[in-house]
Nanobody, 126 residues
Framework: QVQLAESGGGSVAAGGSLRLSCAAS????????MGWFRRAPGKEREFVAS????????VYADSVKGRFSVTRDNAKNLVYLQMSSLKPEDTAVYYC???????????????????WGQGTQVTVSS
């Protein structure tokens, strides 16, 4: 089992930045890839970014590529999502998640992940 808890959300004007954190506890954290997803009002949960367990390999959704950066600190069991040049369409509840299966990348399909945090709200005003 693993417990995940996001923090760092808030309200920001378009063009601004926020850094989200995901604290993990439980099983060996550095073994597994971690992902960030988001759910906007009325929409399905969508993939945002993934980072491997220990090599630093990252994958991004096209909609955030060049604006968001995912990193992790395995010594502190933390995963970060640095968001810059935020747009109103980035408004959503952001979740970290993992399937605790792959050390390389998480699935882009949210239904295939078993472990989620409670989410943190990000609101970007125009």
């Amino acid at each position: 089992q693993v417990q995940l808890a996001e923090s760092g959300g808030g309200s920001v004007a378009a063009g601004g930045s926020l850094r989200l954190s995901c604290a993990a506890s439980g099983r060996t954290f550095s073994t597994y890839a971690m992902g960030w997803f988001r759910r906007a009002p009325g929409k399905e949960r969508e993939f945002v970014a993934s980072i491997s367990g220990s090599t630093g390999y990252t994958v991004y959704a096209d909609s955030v590529k060049g604006r968001f950066s995912v990193t992790r600190d395995n010594a502190k069991n933390l995963v970060y999502l640095q968001m810059s040049s935020l747009k109103p369409e980035d408004t959503a509840v952001y979740y970290c998640g993992s399937d605790l299966k792959s050390g390389w990348v998480v699935s882009r399909r949210a239904a295939e992940l078993d472990y989620w945090g409670q989410g943190t709200q990000v609101t970007v005003s125009s």
